[in-house]
């Protein structure tokens, strides 16, 4: 009889790293696009296929052993040489075909793939393209593992082993509720505004600190103590007359301020924040990425 081969499949590598990641069956499976049973199945199997364990399942909670930590870190990187494999193989195929990952920051995704999304059906019918929305840190990180392919974030922001494009640059304007006292938009200069009048998002969000550099905002005590978790909170508190705040032109006529008195006014020519890509440095790929790049800039033009 043929011994049973002591190497575990790529399948059980994605579950138990999404299980590393999520310290939970149930959004670890959800994840991975499969039923928590099923799941926690192919873990039992890696476990005893390896001889070790991986997982702690003590009061209801998940928590990864040394060893199983030790072993998501190489899955990470067996799965990204296998990923990579792939698209060596996939070099000499018709670009922008078959599945792309992209990962986008929440800043970016809601005004951009309402335009996006439809040009690149229209113009690569054959691109299943899968998307991941999180910050750039977790995008970037995510990437770098293999996860994603590449992602599609605001520059500058320090990042290391990567190739990056500039698509276009997206200025900043002063966004203010109708009509408030907190600031006069024809006559705004940042030393005028009030103290802790100035509302951006929480620390994590990149547009926080393009907003900070972009508009010099050099005078901390502007800057309101209270932070905001995402843009719809951002807006709604600007709506309420809490305070001003920059957002970038691409919100403008957007469904984030439809139904609110937020008006946006421009700001100088050097206020601004670029889109672009990045991909792994070395990627096979690179080329269809590029490729990629240029009508995405075309086509929100």
């Not at 930590?69 to 494999?85: G, H, N, S, Y």
């Not at 019918?125 to 992602?151: A, I, S």
Request: net charge positive; proline share 4%; hydrophobic share 40%.
């Amino acid at each position: 009889m043929k011994p049973r081969s002591r190497y575990p499949t790529v399948k059980q590598l994605r579950y138990f790293t999404a299980l590393d990641e999520h310290e939970h069956f149930g959004r670890a499976a959800a994840a991975c696009f499969v039923s928590q049973s099923a799941f926690s199945v192919a873990i039992k199997e890696l476990e005893a296929l390896l001889g070790a364990s991986l997982v702690d399942r003590t009061n209801k909670q998940v928590t990864i052993t040394a060893t199983g930590k030790e072993i998501a870190t190489q899955a990470r990187l067996v799965l990204r040489d296998i990923d990579m494999l792939v698209e060596i193989a996939g070099a000499e195929r018709e670009p922008l075909t078959g599945r792309l990952r992209l990962g986008i920051i929440p800043t970016i995704a809601p005004f951009l793939l309402p335009t996006m999304l439809p040009a690149l059906r229209k113009g690569y019918p054959k691109l299943q393209l899968y998307l991941r929305e999180d910050l750039t840190d977790r995008v970037y990180e995510r990437m770098m593992d293999g996860e994603l392919d590449l992602v599609l974030i605001a520059l500058p922001y320090e990042l290391r082993g990567v190739e990056t494009q500039t698509l276009f640059r997206d200025p900043f304007y002063l966004a203010c509720r109708q009509g408030s006292e907190l600031v006069d938009p024809d006559n705004y200069a940042f030393n005028r505004l009030q103290a802790e009048s100035v509302l951006l998002l929480e620390d994590g969000h990149c547009l926080r600190d393009h907003a900070l550099a972009a508009c010099r905002l050099r005078n901390l005590d502007k800057i309101s103590q209270f932070s905001a978790t995402s843009l719809q909170t951002l807006v709604q508190m600007v709506d309420n007359d809490l305070g001003i705040t920059y957002l970038p032109e691409m919100a403008r006529g957007s469904a984030l301020l439809r139904g609110t008195r937020v008006r946006m006014h421009p700001l100088s020519r050097g206020s601004y924040r670029e889109v672009g890509l990045a991909w792994r440095r070395g990627s096979a790929r690179a080329e269809e990425f590029r490729e990629l790049g240029k009508f995405i800039a075309k086509a929100i033009v």
